[in-house]
Nanobody, 128 residues
């Protein structure tokens, strides 16, 4: 069992930056691959970024490549999402999620259905 708690959301002007954190509690955090998703009003939950539990390979949605960076600190049981050059289109509730070890994570990481645990979300609002 893993519990996830996001923080770091808020209101920022376009072009600004935010860093989201997701603190995990529970067993064997280092063996979970982690992802960030976001959901805007009236839209489905969408993949943002993910990091593999052992290789630390990272994966990004095309819309955030070059602007967002996912990282993890296993010693602190925390995963981060550094978001730069934010635009109003990035406004959404951001969720972190954990996926137990699985083969083919590079293919499965994009679907929220493949994650076992979710945080409660943190609101990010980007003003124009």
């Amino acid at each position: 069992q893993v519990q996830l708690v996001e923080s770091g959301g808020g209101l920022v002007q376009a072009g600004g930056s935010l860093r989201l954190s997701c603190a995990a509690s529970g067993r064997a955090f280092s063996r979970y691959s982690l992802g960030w998703f976001r959901q805007a009003p009236g839209k489905e939950r969408a993949f943002v970024a993910a990091v593999h539990w052992s290789t630390s390979n990272t994966y990004y949605a095309n819309s955030v490549k070059g602007r967002f960076t996912i990282s993890r600190d296993n010693a602190k049981n925390t995963v981060y999402l550094q978001m730069n050059s934010l635009s109003p289109e990035d406004t959404a509730v951001y969720y972190c999620a954990a996926d137990g070890p699985r083969q083919g994570f590079g293919s499965t990481c994009y679907s929220p259905a493949n994650y076992d645990y979710w945080g409660q979300g943190t609101q990010v609002t980007v003003s124009s």
